[in-house]
């Protein structure tokens, strides 16, 4: 097989939880974050392939860095990204940080306690928001926010799909502490509806991903393009709603997604709230709620 692409589930950045280098963002922006995407998504979707040996999957997420440090081009997605890198005078680093955690996600199939998790996070999701700010030109004093946020959405995406990690690729991001604590093992995870036991080990971490959560709150003001900051307002506000859906209902068996009406909805709230505070004017303590379902 000649090309990681080959192997791209078909999914596309239209599909994902969280917007993408959306109409918010800059046009000028966007072709180098979706660069960064297709790279990225590529890379996911070998590390998460059914049929692929683990050698197999490590050698292809080999290739890709190998094509995205220049000495080769065999994977498209790695050469545009490369050429975008070097347009903008950015380093590969993130890149590499998240095929790091895609290698991860190959060789290890279990997490020890929140830290281990987090530890997971800082390779697999806040390298992504931090390649955002880059293009962005955007100081690194914005990280700590930025890996805040990202490690929230990171956790959020953990819980939704806890069953179908383990029952599809037996990969459990469900620290092994919290389910023992629980009195569960990982098998829990793959019945039709979660155990009391087991639906108050996923409340309890979707909890504490919501205390995760308010330390990105001040992220939208911090940077510096208002754009990014719409966008960035957006995505907390869709993160703080899936850590509310997530502590009311079970992701074995009920609905833990927004729907896009419930997404479009979500975003109007966000766009006015950022915009009033950033004009200085005093933003209703709440806007009316918008169903998940």
Same mark, same amino acid.
């Given at each position: !097989?000649?090309?990681?692409? /080959?192997?791209?589930?078909?999914?596309?950045?239209?599909?994902? +939880?969280?917007?993408? =280098?959306?109409?918010?963002?800059? $046009?000028?922006?966007?072709?180098? %974050?979706?660069?960064?995407?297709?790279?990225? *998504?590529?890379?996911?979707?070998?590390?998460?392939?059914?049929?692929?040996?683990? /050698?197999?999957?490590? =050698?292809?997420?080999?290739?890709?860095?190998?094509?995205?440090?220049?000495?080769? &081009?065999? +994977?498209?997605?790695a050469v545009t990204l490369r050429k975008e890198l070097t347009q903008r005078g950015l380093s590969p680093r993130h890149a590499k940080d998240l095929l790091t955690a895609f290698r991860l996600d190959v060789t290890k199939? *279990?997490?020890? &306690?929140? &830290? &281990?998790?987090? #530890?997971?996070?800082?390779?697999?999701? !806040? $390298?992504?928001?931090?390649?955002?700010?880059?293009?962005? #030109?955007?100081? /690194?004093?914005?990280?700590?926010?930025?890996?805040?946020?990202?490690?929230?959405?990171? %956790?959020? +995406?953990?819980?939704?799909?806890?069953?179908?990690?383990?029952?599809?690729? +037996?990969?459990?991001?469900? $620290?092994?502490?919290?389910?023992?604590?629980?009195?569960?093992?990982?098998?829990?995870?793959?019945? =039709?509806?979660?155990?009391?036991?087991?639906?108050?080990c996923l409340h309890r971490l979707a909890d504490k991903t919501e205390l995760l959560l308010r330390q990105a709150d001040a992220f939208p003001s911090l940077v510096v393009d208002r754009r990014l900051g719409l966008e960035?307002?957006?995505?907390?506000?869709?993160?703080?709603?899936?850590?509310?859906?997530? !502590?009311? *209902?079970? $992701?074995?068996?009920?609905?833990?997604?927004?729907?896009?009406?419930?997404?479009?909805?979500?975003?109007?709230?966000?766009?006015?709230?950022?915009?009033?505070?950033?004009? #200085?004017?005093?933003?209703? =303590?709440?806007?009316?709620?918008?169903?998940?379902?």
């Amino acid at each position: !097989m000649s090309s990681a692409g /080959e192997l791209r589930s078909g999914k596309s950045h239209r599909d994902e +939880n969280f917007p993408v =280098a959306s109409w918010l963002i800059h $046009p000028r922006h966007r072709a180098p %974050i979706l660069a960064f995407y297709h790279f990225v *998504r590529t890379a996911d979707d070998i590390a998460d392939h059914a049929e692929l040996k683990p /050698e197999e999957k490590l =050698a292809l997420l080999d290739q890709l860095e190998v094509d995205l440090d220049g000495a080769g &081009d065999r +994977n498209p997605e790695a050469v545009t990204l490369r050429k975008e890198l070097t347009q903008r005078g950015l380093s590969p680093r993130h890149a590499k940080d998240l095929l790091t955690a895609f290698r991860l996600d190959v060789t290890k199939l *279990r997490y020890r &306690d929140w &830290d &281990d998790l987090i #530890g997971y996070c800082a390779y697999s999701a !806040m $390298p992504v928001g931090r390649f955002v700010c880059d293009v962005h #030109g955007e100081s /690194e004093t914005v990280w700590p926010a930025n890996d805040a946020l990202c490690a929230a959405l990171q %956790i959020i +995406n953990h819980l939704q799909d806890c069953q179908a990690d383990y029952r599809n690729l +037996n990969r459990v991001y469900v $620290p092994q502490d919290s389910l023992a604590a629980a009195g569960v093992d990982v098998e829990a995870l793959g019945e =039709a509806r979660a155990s009391p036991a087991l639906l108050a080990c996923l409340h309890r971490l979707a909890d504490k991903t919501e205390l995760l959560l308010r330390q990105a709150d001040a992220f939208p003001s911090l940077v510096v393009d208002r754009r990014l900051g719409l966008e960035i307002a957006v995505i907390v506000r869709l993160a703080h709603h899936l850590t509310g859906v997530l !502590m009311q *209902r079970d $992701p074995l068996s009920e609905r833990v997604h927004v729907s896009k009406l419930g997404a479009l909805g979500l975003t109007v709230q966000a766009v006015l709230q950022h915009g009033i505070r950033s004009l #200085g004017v005093r933003a209703p =303590a709440r806007l009316p709620e918008v169903s998940g379902r």
